[in-house]
């Protein structure tokens, strides 16, 4: 299959532990389309998981004899890092989170071959190595809320912060800050007193994409470029922020539509936020957005609900999220589940009547037939990774300039591909080179003997005039043309100088040439001759008469050993014309007397008619 521009093909990944979910967007004319999702399940490959090393724990604890105490209360501390279901509410004090990049007991398992496959397929499909774009879960990255010191807070309310400065708060508000590069910020609400607020996100040190495409560049394959690594909330936020920006534009629409109409301003607005809620539902935890007009307030990854929870449980939490961040009126709901999303939008309309609630897919590009995107609720941060690559103004400044891929993974590894192709082009290009050397030797050696054949020359001939010597040589081809034509002639007589002798000649070399007929007797008929035989088939008789200009008189069929055979009669007409011969030595014997001073040469009427005679 014709292979597409690579250039306008993007193949958004989306890692989870278990699984590795994938979207192909293709932009043309008509703008970004889906091509196709794809589901692969990632094999564990023997890599230390947290499970592994729990199991690990056990055992040595087994082997030592102790017995082991579970504290509650305050002893062990009151921290919130302390509590049974901490990965939950860990955040809603602001604890300390770990943001050194994982424990070195956790290793990143490869994907490389469901990576692989999945290019494999594409390659398939005609769309060989699109710009890759990849997406961590949640749990893959670290998240910690960040308030700028309050003598800050008056001049840093109304614009973005450095980077800078960033750095410094984290680094003074939270131990174990991991490296500025791996750190990326995003600007939340400010707080009820106007204190602006910062959520610090960073990936670990060893994550899964960045484990897969070294492995991949060090066993030199040739890798499709990979050019982003993100993570959910800031993918989630950027649909969010588009999905707002679209809303206030078709709102400014309407409005200046109904101020045509009605040649009024109507009346204005009030500073009201407009908040969004953006649930993700998925097989291991869920993830909840709040957004305040097109900036994050709250996120919230609650691990104990998942896909099979009741959606009615699901919206008391989110009911009981929003009551304790004081969230105001919800006016749009994005949900995106893995399982029964339809239930689940139910649920949320009735719990929240004057939203609306609609499904993240509608979002997303569409596909080639022009219907919604398809595929699990993983594929969205796929498909959300791979839009921040594409050239589309509806996404041009929704996501946040945010990438975890190092520097070294983006850069284009250059590998010679070695493949039977290109030893094949090797060897064309050593026999090439070959063929030409032996060339060059070869017209040297020419070039020496025609120098070596003028030098065995005279010099009189050396140095004569050219002109003089192209003269000799015309005339000497000349003379050689006379004798090949008087050798023709003589060839011409030996055959037979009348009319009846070249007829049978032409006849016979005519039959030579057509095939499957065979002659029987021929003979003179008046100013004809006539050629009575056989043949196998009848256009051999027809291809005969037309080749010698001659007409059939009889051709009759019979079946010989069950073998078709025709027998015909042919009459050929005889050429008064004068020989070749007799013409050629006419006009030697006029030339010879004209040059003697004798009587002119005879005219061609009177050639004409001395043939008549």
Request: a negative charge.
């Amino acid at each position: 299959m014709a292979s597409r521009n690579a250039a306008n093909t993007i193949l958004g990944v989306m890692v989870t532990g278990r699984t590795l979910h994938a979207s192909l967007l293709e932009q043309t004319g008509d703008g970004l389309h889906l091509v196709r999702t794809f589901t692969r399940q990632r094999s564990s490959r023997g890599a230390s998981t947290p499970e592994a090393s729990m199991g690990d724990d056990l055992d040595a604890l087994e082997e030592s004899g102790s017995d082991f105490n579970i504290q509650f209360g305050d002893e062990g501390g009151s921290d919130v890092d302390n509590m049974f279901i901490a990965s939950e509410f860990g955040g809603l004090e602001g604890g300390a989170a770990d943001l050194s990049g994982g424990s070195s007991a956790q290793v990143a398992v490869s994907f490389a071959l469901e990576l692989a496959d999945i290019l494999a397929e594409c390659e398939d499909l005609g769309y060989a190595r699109p710009t890759m774009a990849f997406a961590l879960e949640a749990s893959d990255v670290s998240a910690v809320e960040l308030h700028l010191p309050e003598e800050k807070a008056t001049e840093e309310k109304d614009k973005a912060v450095s980077r800078k400065k960033l750095v410094a708060a984290l680094k003074e508000q939270h131990e174990g800050a991991s490296d500025d590069e791996r750190v990326a910020f995003l600007r939340l609400t400010p707080t009820d007193e106007g204190v602006p607020r910062y959520l610090a996100v960073t990936s670990r040190a060893e994550n899964p994409v960045a484990t897969t495409l070294t492995e991949l560049r060090e066993e030199k394959r040739r890798l499709p470029p990979a050019k982003l690594l993100d993570t959910e909330v800031p993918l989630y936020l950027g649909l969010g922020r588009s999905m707002v920006a679209a809303q206030a534009t078709d709102a400014a629409d309407a409005k200046a539509a109904d101020a045509d109409d009605t040649d009024t301003a109507g009346p204005a607005e009030g500073d009201e936020p407009l908040y969004t809620l953006m649930v993700r539902v998925g097989s291991e935890d869920t993830l909840v957005l709040f957004l305040e007009d097109d900036r994050l307030k709250h996120t919230e990854n609650l691990r104990s609900l998942t896909a099979v929870e009741p959606p009615e449980t699901i919206c008391s939490r989110v009911l009981l999220l929003q009551d304790e961040y004081g969230i105001g009126e919800i006016e749009h709901v994005l949900l995106a589940s893995e399982d029964r999303e339809d239930d689940l939008a139910d649920a949320f309309e009735m719990f929240f009547p004057e939203a609306h609630v609609r499904g993240m897919r509608e979002e997303l590009p569409p596909t080639k037939n022009g219907t919604p995107s398809e595929g699990k609720a993983a594929t969205i941060p796929a498909t959300l990774a791979a839009l921040r690559l594409a050239n589309d103004a509806a996404y041009a400044d929704a996501f946040a300039d945010i990438n975890f891929l190092p520097a070294e993974l983006r850069r284009r590894q250059f590998v010679l591909p070695v493949t039977w192709h290109i030893m094949a082009m090797y060897v064309v290009l050593f026999c090439t080179v070959l063929f030409f050397v032996a060339r060059f030797f070869t017209l040297q050696s020419s070039i020496q003997d025609y120098r070596d054949r003028v030098e065995q020359q005279q010099p009189a001939y050396v140095d004569a005039d050219p002109t003089v010597l192209q003269a000799r040589i015309d005339s000497l081809q000349n003379v050689h043309a006379e004798v090949v034509r008087g050798l023709d002639v003589l060839e011409d007589l030996m055959v037979g100088s009348d009319r009846w002798s070249r007829a049978m000649e032409k006849a016979a070399r005519e039959m030579a040439v057509v095939e499957g007929l065979w002659v029987d007797s021929w003979q003179p008929s008046g100013n004809e001759l006539q050629l009575s035989g056989s043949a196998t088939s009848r256009d051999g008789v027809v291809t005969l008469a037309e080749r010698l200009d001659g007409r059939i008189e009889t051709l009759t069929f019979a079946e010989i050993r069950e073998w078709p055979v025709y027998s015909y009669t042919l009459r050929v007409p005889l050429s008064n014309e004068l020989p070749e011969a007799a013409v050629f030595l006419r006009e030697r014997i006029a030339e010879q007397q004209a040059a003697e001073g004798e009587q002119p040469p005879m005219s061609s009427a009177a050639l004409d008619d001395d043939a008549t005679d």
